[in-house]
Structures are given as C-alpha cells and as structure tokens.
C-alpha cells in the first residue's frame, strides 16, 4: 500500500507506479505540448492510452483515430489497447494529457480502440443510502471483454459529497486510483485498509490485494478517479468483490429505516 501526490503536472511523463511495485503496473500522466509527436512501443508490456484532456491524433498498424476530451466528468473516453512489441504514435493537436497504463503480458492480441459509445457506463449505489454513495462507473475493458489482456481499465465519478467503493470490499488482485477534481483545490478522503488519506488533485493511492478501499469526495466538489486492476495469475478479477461482513446490512431492503435521522421538533 503506497499513497502519492504529483501536484502540478511537468511536461512529458509523470510516473506514478511501477511493475516492479506490488501493483504489477507502469502508471503514469503523458503530458503533450500542441504538434508534439511522440512514439510507442514496449517489447514486453501491453499498453493502453487513455485521452484525458486535449485532442490527440492516434496510430498504430497503419490505422489513424482521434482522441479527444473536453470533461472527465461529462463525457466518457476513448482509449487504445495494444499488445507488447506494437508501436503506437501520437501528434497533440492541442495541449494534451494522455494515461499510460502497462503491465506484463507475453500473449498477442489484435489492438482495440475505443471509442465513447464503447464505454460501458452505470450508476452504481443508486436508490441506497439517501444516494449518499450514488456513482457514475464506466468500464473501458475487463476480463469479460479483454480476457487476454492482464489489466482492467475504469473510471469513477463521484458528485460532490458522495462516496464510492462502498460499502467497504476488497479482491485479491492489487489495483491503483488516479484522482483528478473538477476545481484545483478539492479534495476528499481514501480508506485502504485502516488508514487514511487526504486525496488531492494528481494524487494517486496502490491498494495491495485483500484491503478495503472506499473513497470519499468533499461537498462542493466532484472528484474523477481512474480504477486500473492487475489480474493475478490464474486468478483474474472477473467483477468479484468481498464486501466487509459488518457492513452487509446495509443491502438489506429494509436498510434505509435502520439508519439514523434527525429528529426535528414539528411546530
């Protein structure tokens, strides 16, 4: 378990973590100036790119997309997933920011992108808990439709004042959170096992495999969050999670009239 801050982003690559970490993942933030051009290409990783800000200018195998994004919070991404050995270019149209996720993985696979409409997108918490943990969960690729790939790749968005990864859970398989807020100076809070972390703009948080790992976000502040999963091997994460026994409860149908209110003197 390890918890970062990046503060204010440099130009070029800003490392989070490493394969060498317990997280199995090389994370980080490709900054771009505009009409920058850069090349791709790890012999041992699979790679995925994944547009945050700007409009960049994709290819790979003789295929050229593009990539854009005005708001993390509004609009879902695009993203490209390729194999080892496969080299990739990108061109900034404009200032450009750009996740990089790798990880070990000797299978071939023919490279994927996504676009938008790809993205499966769900309200996850929603009715429960007076909408308290209600969340915006979009999953660009998993074992159920990447099962080659040794990585998952997804984002949250938290309304302000909401939680997220609840109720408390964990999974084996070591995962990682990049967090990014809709204002500079928001901020909220990260519980990974039974300590606390302030989450700051840039910030980043590694969940080694079997601790809890909910999230909070302050009122008056959206935060976004990408959630990368490294599957272990032999055993992927295929959407299982061990909820916290204690708090089990709280999925009983009659859960919200177990839950303290206010009581307020009627006049």
Not at 87 to 95: G, L, M, Q, R, S
Not at 113 to 132: H, K, M, S
């Amino acid at each position: 378990m390890r918890f970062g801050r990046l503060g204010e982003l440099k130009h070029g690559y800003n490392a989070m973590t490493t394969r060498e970490s317990d997280m199995l993942m090389d994370i980080g933030y490709q900054v771009m100036d505009a009409n920058e051009v850069l090349e791709f290409q790890d012999d041992y990783e699979e790679t995925a790119f994944v547009i945050l800000t700007g409009e960049v200018e994709i290819s790979w195998d003789g295929k050229t997309e593009v990539m854009k994004r005005q708001s993390l919070f509004d609009e879902n991404p695009y993203c490209l997933h390729v194999p080892h050995s496969k080299k990739v270019t990108i061109k900034a149209h404009t200032d450009a920011e750009v996740l990089i996720q790798k990880t070990i993985n000797d299978r071939d696979f023919a490279p994927v992108f996504y676009r938008p409409e790809d993205v499966q997108c769900d309200i996850f918490g929603e009715g429960l808990w007076n909408a308290t943990a209600e969340r915006t969960v979009r999953t660009i690729f998993d074992y159920s439709n990447a099962p080659y790939s040794n990585m998952v790749n997804g984002e949250v968005v938290n309304s302000p004042g909401r939680w997220s990864g609840y109720t408390p859970h964990n999974h084996p398989q070591p995962e990682v959170y990049t967090y990014k807020f809709d204002r500079p100076q928001g901020f909220g809070a990260a519980f990974i096992g039974d300590n606390a972390f302030k989450i700051t703009h840039n910030s980043w948080s590694e969940i080694s495999g079997g601790l809890m790992h909910p999230q909070v976000t302050a009122p008056g502040y959206a935060m976004w969050y990408s959630w990368m999963i490294r599957h272990l091997p032999g055993d992927p994460w295929d959407k299982t999670r061990n909820d916290l026994p204690e708090h089990v409860w709280l999925y009983e149908k009659d859960a919200d009239s177990k839950i303290w209110q206010p009581k307020r003197d009627k006049k």
